[in-house]
């Protein structure tokens, strides 16, 4: 499967990467929006803790395990793209059923 776009808590990005294309969108330009914006916000600003905290295994974990949830919910907001998640701590993509 063909993945559009991938949740990325990169230091330098938007949270979201545009998987075919490269390069990170604006979320709102892809219609995430409303609670998941809000999610995917404070869900960055977490992993920006984690990069200057040298990324501490647990609290890779933790943020894998929320970014996975992450991307389910917008997943399920935006059925006509497709979405991936990619662990910055640990530089892979990890599979939907890693959390």
């Known amino acids: 499967m063909t993945v559009d776009f991938l949740i990325d808590g990169m230091l330098s990005g938007t949270g979201i990467r545009d998987a075919v294309n490269g390069g990170y969108v604006d979320p709102t330009s892809i219609g995430i929006s409303g609670a998941a914006l809000e999610?995917?916000?404070?869900?960055?600003?977490?992993?920006?803790?984690?990069?200057f905290a040298g990324f501490?295994?647990?609290?890779?974990?933790?943020?894998d395990e929320q970014g996975l949830l992450l991307t389910k919910e917008i997943s399920k907001a935006?059925?006509?793209?497709?979405?991936?998640?990619?662990?910055?701590?640990?530089?892979?993509r990890l599979p939907p059923d890693a959390g």
């Open 39 to 51: 999610h995917l916000n404070q869900w960055q600003k977490f992993y920006e803790q984690a990069h």
């Open 78 to 92: 935006n059925p006509d793209k497709t979405f991936a998640y990619f662990s910055d701590g640990l530089m892979k």
């Open 56 to 63: 501490p295994v647990d609290k890779v974990t933790e943020l």
